[in-house]
């Protein structure tokens, strides 16, 4: 018996020896490693090692890179831990394809170095959109009917559903007219699915020759068409169900089930929680996606744009008030 106390005493001894060999040190730096939020199928983009991290190892020992590609499942290695770049990489440089899969994905950039040391690591969100709008791309639950046909903007060749009421003419899906304004996330991608974001200013030129924005007016004349009634704060009420379609995007419901809504898309408007964006600097921050579908119209009111929107849970056509040139939101035209 203590010879057998002895021999394990040892062992624990001889493990604790082996923890502090293999004790490892970390990196120092970072790694900014940047993709465009949303990409159309086949997508390219190239990167530069050297200007990509910052990555260090405090007793002055080489680094080196790899990515870890999502479509092919491989590491590649642009840069050995000797500072030299991998064969196959003169320039230090890698290009890299989403592929045609729809759907999230990630691209990794990895540096290690010695043994001494953890690898580090910096990562690239994306996601891959098919930008067709009927049926078959990102977007999805159409039900195209008879009475809608298309038109065809001269300005860029892209291609919008419409839907004549009474004489007046209604685009079924957002104007994506890139000459002012910004895609959702800025992706270039986008302005085909969601439409482009406007200001109320560019909103009243934005729209193809012989169209315009709708008044407030025509809105709620499509509406009443549909059974709304006016509350006493311009909402049109009891409509919701009739403006929205059961969408998805990349298979996931951009309208979550709430029980006071039935969705029947009655109008064919296929209205899109598409959210909105505030402009400040040039830039568009965007906001409450999946929350609420809005549209501008040509009307003022108390020195503001008027907007017409949606929100998840209510079923009301609402009036808002955005400022003219910091609010962006999409455009239905209608002629």
């Given amino acids: 018996m203590p010879l057998m106390v002895l021999a394990l005493a040892s062992l624990a001894i001889a493990g604790c020896k082996d923890d502090e060999e293999t004790t490892k040190d970390y990196l120092e730096g970072i790694i900014e490693l940047e993709m465009p939020r949303y990409v159309g199928q086949g997508f390219e983009k190239q990167f530069k090692i050297d200007t990509l991290a910052t990555i260090k190892a405090p007793d002055g020992s080489g680094v080196g890179y790899y990515f870890?590609?999502?479509?092919?499942?491989?590491?590649?290695?642009?840069?050995?831990?000797?500072?030299?770049?991998?064969?196959?990489?003169?320039?230090?440089?890698?290009?890299?394809?989403?592929?045609?899969?729809?759907?999230?994905?990630?691209?990794?950039?990895?540096?290690?170095?010695?043994?001494?040391?953890?690898?580090?690591?910096g990562k690239a969100d994306y996601t891959v959109v098919n930008p067709a709008m009927d049926g078959t791309g990102s977007l999805t639950g159409f039900d195209r009917t008879e009475e809608e046909t298309q038109f065809t903007d001269a300005r860029d060749g892209r291609k919008y559903w419409i839907k004549d009421f009474d004489g007046t003419q209604w685009m079924t899906q957002n104007l994506g007219w890139r000459g002012v304004g910004a895609p959702f996330y800025n992706s270039e991608v986008m302005a085909n699915v969601l439409g482009q974001y406007y200001t109320w200013e560019d909103a009243q030129s934005a729209c193809p020759e012989g169209w315009r924005l709708p008044s407030d007016e025509d809105v709620k004349a499509l509406a009443t068409r549909f059974g709304a009634t006016e509350d006493e704060n311009g909402g049109?009420?009891?409509?919701?169900?009739?403006?929205?379609?059961?969408?998805?995007?990349?298979?996931?419901?951009?309208?979550?089930?709430?029980?006071?809504?039935?969705?029947?898309n009655e109008s064919s408007m296929y209205m899109i929680p598409t959210g909105y964006a505030v402009v400040g600097d040039g830039r568009y921050e965007f906001s409450k996606m999946e929350s609420y579908s809005l549209f501008w119209t040509s009307s003022e009111k108390n020195g503001r744009g008027v907007y017409r929107y949606l929100y998840e849970d209510q079923d009301v056509l609402m009036e808002g008030l955005g400022s003219k040139d910091s609010f962006a939101a999409p455009v239905r035209c209608i002629k």
């Avoid at 890698?94 to 691209?107: A, I, K, P, Q, R």
């Avoid at 169900?241 to 969705?263: E, H, R």
């Fill in 236 to 264: 049109l009420c009891g409509v919701a169900g009739a403006f929205m379609a059961d969408l998805y995007f990349n298979g996931a419901s951009l309208w979550p089930y709430w029980p006071n809504i039935t969705i029947t």
């Fill in 68 to 121: 870890r590609n999502p479509v092919t499942s491989k590491s590649d290695t642009v840069m050995l831990n000797n500072g030299v770049y991998a064969p196959g990489y003169p320039d230090g440089v890698y290009t890299f394809s989403v592929g045609d899969e729809v759907g999230d994905g990630y691209l990794t950039l990895i540096a290690f170095s010695t043994s001494d040391y953890y690898t580090t690591s």
